[in-house]
C-alpha cells in the first residue's frame, strides 16, 4: 500500500496475505473506520496519526509479487521470506513497516503444529 495525504510525504507499506487479497483488504479498511482497532497493523497506525492531525490520508493498493504459504514439511515459508526481503531492501525514510519485522517467525507454520486437546 502506497499512503499520502496533502502535508505528507508518500510512505509505503509492505504487508502478506496468507488468506485472499480481499480478505486481507476488508480487514485493514475496517482498521480505518473503527479507531478501537488503530493499533491492528503498522498501516493502520500511520492511517491514525495522519487523521489526527486533521489531514485526509489516500491510499493505493497494489500486488508487489505473488508468493506462496508455508507447506507442510517446508523448509521455509515464501510468503513470510518475500515480506522480510521487501522490507529489508525499503527506503527506511518511506517505509511504514518496522525494520524488526525480518525478525519475526512464521504465522503460517503454526496451523500445522500439533495442539494439546
Known sequence: AEISSQNS????Y??????????????HKSSFTHQDK???TELSKHYWKLKGKG?????????????YAYKNGA???????TEKTFIAYGDPNTLINKRTEIFSKCRHRAKFKLKNM
Open 9 to 12: 510525504t508518500r510512505k509505503m
Open 14 to 27: 509492505f504487508g502478506l496475505a496468507g488468506n485472499t487479497f480481499k480478505q486481507r483488504y476488508y480487514g
Open 38 to 40: 488503530c493499533e491492528a
Open 55 to 67: 489531514e485526509t490520508p489516500e491510499i493505493n493498493w497494489s500486488v508487489a509479487t505473488r508468493a
Open 75 to 81: 523448509s521455509h515459508c515464501d510468503l513470510c521470506n
